[in-house]
């Protein structure tokens, strides 16, 4: 910070700075005039010393100085007039305390706390960080949009059930979690490769089989999900109301992927990013009228967003579907395209397993 200097000193400066300039003056002054009085050197011709003579003659009212000694003596006269003329305009700023470069901080509290001076403060909020650009202040600038690039992930990372609720208008025909309404059980299968699920959804009883080592996810909202943390594959339980005046063997087959993949649906909102789709295949297994439910088969062709948000992953599902009450219950077990199609692959296997074990209202 700059401080001011004292009254006296600056006094001091002046006067000396004010009195050397005099001498200099007074030093090219006197230069000045002995050159001005040298002597004319004499001319030691007779007829130079005539004609002289005749000139003093003829100007015997003038001052016996010739014209060169005249136009020297009006030079001096000029040159101290310029030089008192200088001194007079030059004394006020030299007399005068200089002017300090920054800003006057004297009045400012060292103590902490607001500064006294308002003035001031207003001039020191326009400043800039004495450290912009260093590489402190960037590593800051880092640190700070880390943390809220974190804030916002963890902010959009809510818990299922604290997602809202829509209401049966803005659902629409939108597939959401079949919910788990009783008490549910997990036990193993076999030699302990599959485990089965049995349990009650929306007043229904459920039963189907999955891979043991499959990690349930979703259980906060109630919903029945399962993933495969190796490669991504997936199972759901949801259900959809059917379309006015339609059943579950006469509504269009691309109902089914419009709904799982509605912007609305559970599959999307809690973390699935899907692009292109459709429904590949359907088939009923069950279509007569006099049945209990109605039961249809269908393929789902669709795309997922890869982890680093550029690449595309080719999937596709399988869904065992069931009518009651004007909703579709559906079982949906998807893989990854390219092990789905291979014939005899055991991710094929799995998916055919989860399926065809799925049971409901039985």
Known sequence: MIMRNSNSNNSSISTMIFVV????????????????????????????????????????????IDDEHASHDNGRRRFFAKAAATAAAASPFLLSSPANAGIDVS????????PSNSIVAAQL???????????????????????????????????????????????????????????????????KLNSRYTGSVEGFPIQFDFPTDWLQLDRANNGIQYVDQRNGNKLYVLKAPLPPNTNLATVPKSFFDDSVFDANSDVVRFGTVVGAHRTARSAMTQDDAKAAYLHRRLQLNYETLAGNGVQTIERRGLIDAYEIDGYAYMMLASGNAVK???????????????????????
């Open 21 to 64: 300039s005099l001498a200099l003056a007074s030093i090219v002054a006197t230069t000045t005039t002995v050159h001005c009085f040298q002597p004319v050197p004499l001319r030691t011709t007779t007829r130079a010393a005539h004609a002289n003579s005749r000139h003093f003659s003829h100007n015997h009212n003038n001052s016996p």
């Open 340 to 362: 789905f199609e291979k014939k005899d692959s055991p991710e094929r296997a799995t998916i055919d397993m989860i399926v065809d074990s799925f049971l409901l209202g039985q």
């Open 125 to 191: 909020q326009g400043l800039s960080s004495s450290d912009n650009g260093t590489a402190a202040s960037r590593l800051r600038e880092i640190k700070q949009s880390t943390t809220s690039a974190a804030e916002q992930k963890s902010a959009a990372a809510v818990t299922a059930g604290s997602r809202p609720v829509l209401s049966k208008e803005e659902l629409g025909s939108a597939a959401t979690y079949a919910k788990v309404d009783g008490v549910s059980s997990v036990r193993t299968i076999g030699i």
């Open 107 to 114: 009045n400012l509290r060292t103590e902490g706390g607001p």
